[in-house]
């Protein structure tokens, strides 16, 4: 007898059977695909088994968190502790100008003669000072008996060395507002005083009258200073380009190109000039040297590098402004860097990792500057190395911050007179430094706070206060 074959039942409720041999089939496949798996299973068991008992090499070395390594990447290192270290000053002189910027060796005063204290002797509206929207930021100058000022609505302004107004002009374009730019800087030479504008103008102006000799459009805004030199303007426009123009009518003998940055801040670097070379920095953070004739380009240089997790960063533009002392050229940018470079090949010497807001003053073996942080710093000049740094004010929180805004302070300067360095501050103090240990010596409140540079003429400082007021102490 032939064994019963099975028969599966129904397929489903009202479904024909299923015909014979068919689930027999699938059966099969079922069990050999239960047969591969438990195969499968054995083997894969067997070598983690084995992995377990072997012994896992244990590599030498020290052990370092992934979480402190990546937070501690970039990380600056502390600066080290202030020291007093004697320095060798400059003589006192009691200068009979101020006609430019302190950029340029052959017009810095190196220690102009002032007090010890000093006693406000005037002050004098010259016109519109700070406000939220207007900046009053062009640093007076001076020769032969005038003190020459800008206000934020690009007037200028002659004032003699008795408090009394000598004339004005206004720079802005019959076609433009005053405010619709701002900004600008001198240069006093000759009887002349050569003044470059927001509006994108250099115009020679008759120093004693204030009358317009001729003016230069220069396509792009003009904030910063220029510099004079042997019959010669040099300055930057647009913190792209570079410019020699004839002092005597205003024709262009040269132009450079450098290259620009939308992360700027306003007003360019003054132009530094020796008995060969003028140095022009830009908004890119490029430093460039050339020829002051021809405008034969010498060499580029660039300040790279910032601090770590800072968003000022960004802004790579050179704020301290390209100063030549000896064979070196010193700048510095926005973000945390100053540098030294060779004067002759613009090698760099050195790099310290501190921004610096203004131009540098040097003095004896060091460079002296406001940092990006807001403090007085003495550098080594011949290493970049750290001798000392103090506080300057730069942040006043309101006491109900709903209501009021926080405030921050703004530090102009240094410069070296009566053998201290001064800063003046927008926060109502004009403060003398010690410069061989930087302990502060002196402070003399100015009305409005400060809102430019000082400087020190016949044993007199100058310097313009946010109402718009020039002031003079002695």
């Not at 937070?71 to 400059?90: D, V, Y």
Request: a neutral charge; charged letters at 20%.
């Amino acid at each position: 007898m032939q064994p019963d074959k099975i028969r599966p039942g129904p397929v489903g409720r009202g479904s024909p059977a299923a015909p014979a041999g068919h689930s027999k089939t699938m059966t099969d496949h079922g069990g050999r695909a239960l047969r591969n798996f438990t195969i499968l299973a054995g083997l894969l068991g067997a070598t983690l088994l084995a992995a377990c008992g072997e012994n896992e090499p244990i590599l030498p070395g020290e052990r370092l968190g992934i979480r402190e390594v990546l937070q501690s990447r970039g990380a600056e290192p502390a600066p080290p502790p202030n020291s007093a270290r004697a320095i060798s000053l400059a003589g006192q002189v009691a200068n009979t100008s101020w006609p430019q910027s302190a950029v340029s060796p052959f017009v810095r005063t190196e220690n102009a003669a002032l007090a010890a204290s000093l006693s406000p002797l005037w002050a004098v509206n010259i016109g519109q000072g700070d406000s939220s929207r207007y900046k009053l930021n062009t640093d007076p100058v001076a020769l032969d008996g005038r003190i020459f000022t800008m206000d934020s609505a690009s007037k200028v302004t002659a004032v003699s060395t008795a408090g009394r107004v000598l004339w004005t002009h206004d720079l802005t374009p019959l076609r433009d507002a005053d405010d619709q730019a701002q900004g600008g800087g001198f240069a006093a030479a000759n009887g002349r005083l050569y003044v470059s504008s927001g509006f994108g103008t250099l115009s020679a102006l008759d120093a004693a009258t204030g009358a317009e000799i001729w003016t230069q459009r220069l396509d792009n805004t003009a904030t910063g200073a220029p510099t004079y030199r042997d019959g010669v303007i040099y300055l930057t426009s647009g913190d792209t380009l570079g410019w020699a123009i004839e002092a005597q009518d205003g024709r262009i003998r040269w132009q450079i190109e450098g290259v620009g940055n939308i992360n700027n801040v306003a007003g360019a670097p003054a132009p530094a000039v020796d008995d060969q070379r003028v140095v022009f920095a830009y908004g890119d953070g490029t430093v460039q040297a050339a020829f002051r004739q021809g405008g034969l380009r010498l060499w580029n240089a660039a300040i790279v590098g910032g601090r770590t997790g800072s968003a000022i960063a960004l802004i790579n533009d050179v704020t301290g402004d390209p100063l030549i002392a000896g064979d070196s050229v010193y700048a510095g940018n926005f973000s945390g860097r100053t540098v030294a470079f060779d004067k002759a090949t613009g090698e760099r010497r050195w790099t310290a990792q501190q921004g610096a807001l203004g131009p540098m003053w040097p003095a004896g073996d060091s460079v002296f500057f406001v940092s990006d942080r807001n403090k007085l710093v003495r550098l080594d000049a011949r290493d970049g190395t750290q001798i000392w740094e103090v506080d300057l004010p730069g942040y006043l929180q309101r006491k109900n911050p709903q209501k009021q805004r926080d405030r921050t302070y703004a530090n102009l300067g240094p410069i070296m007179a009566g053998g201290r360095l001064i800063v003046a501050s927008t926060d109502g103090q004009i403060r003398g430094f010690d410069p061989a240990s930087g302990a502060l010596v002196s402070s003399t409140a100015i009305d409005g706070g400060a809102t430019t540079r000082p400087i020190v003429v016949n044993g007199v400082l100058y310097v313009v206060s946010g109402k718009g007021q020039l002031h003079a102490f002695r």
